[in-house]
C-alpha cells in the first residue's frame, strides 16, 4: 500500500521543482565574482553531461537518435536553444547586478506573455477579463518604463524569451530530459571555445581552480536538470490547472531574496508595478470565480 497517493507524489514534485528555481539566484549571487558569459558557459557544459548521464540512464539514446534524423526537430532544437540560452545569460546578468526584483517580475509576467502568444499564433481568444488583465500588465510595465525612462528590459526578455521557447518547444515532440540533452548539446562548441580561448579570468581554468569552487561550478548542470526533472514528473501526475498555481512561488522567492535579504530598493513605482501583475495573475486563475462575483 502506497504511502502517498499519486497526487500527493505530484505536489512534492512541482514544490521541488519551484523551489529549487526558486533558490537558484542564491547559487548565482555566490558566483557573482565570475564573469556572467563564463557561469552561462559552464552551465551549458555540465547541463550537457547531467542530461547526457540521465539520458544513459533512461536508456533514452535510441529517442535521441531518432530526434535527431528529424531535420525539422534539430532545427527547430537549434531555435530553442539559442532562446534559452539567451534566457540563462539575462538571468543570471539580472542576479548579479542588483536587478533580482526585475527577474521577479519578468517571471511573473510571464504566463501574460503566454496567453498574447496563444492568441496571436495559436488563435486563441481571450475573455475580457483576460484582456483586462493584460491590460493591467501594460499598465504596470509603462510605469516602471515611465519612472526609469526606459524599459525594464530585464522583465520583457526574460518572459517573452521563455514564452517563445516554450511555444517553439510544443511543436517538437520530445522527451524533456532528451530535448535539454540536445539544445545544450547545440550550444556546447560555443561555451566550450568561450571557455578555452576567449575566457580569460583566473577561474576560467578548472586546473588551477581549488576542488570546492569546480565543485560549484559543476553544480550548474543539477541546477538546471534537476528542476525540470522534478517539473517532468509533476506534469505527468497533476492537471496543468493545479500546476500552474505552483509556477509563482519561484518568482516569489526571488522577490523575497532581493527585497529581505540583497536589499535591493523597492520604490512605489515598483510596488505599483507588481500590484498590476498580481491583480492581473489573480484574474487568470480565478477568472470563472470573478465572472460570477460580477454579475
Known sequence: ??????????VMYALSAYFIWGIAPLYFKYLDFISVYEILAHRVIWSVVVTGLLVSYLKDWGDVLSVCRAYKSVIMLILTSLLISCNWLVF???INNGKMLEASLGYFINPIVNVVLGLVFLSERLSRLKWFAVLLAFIG????AWQVGELPWVSLVLPVTFAF?????KKVKVKAITGLFLETLAVLPIAAVYLIIFAESQTSNLFN???PLNLL????GIVTAMPLICFGQAALRLPLSTLGFFQYLAPSLVFVFAVFIYDEPISFIKLFTFACIWTGIFIFIFENKVSRLLK
Not at 500500500?1 to 505530484?10: C, D, H, L, P, R
Open 209 to 211: 581552480n581549488e576542488l
Open 141 to 144: 510595465v509603462s510605469a516602471q
Open 92 to 94: 543570471i546578468w539580472a
Open 1 to 10: 500500500m502506497n504511502k502517498f497517493s499519486e497526487t500527493q507524489i505530484g
Open 165 to 169: 521557447y516554450g511555444l517553439l518547444r
Open 217 to 220: 561550478l559543476m553544480l550548474a
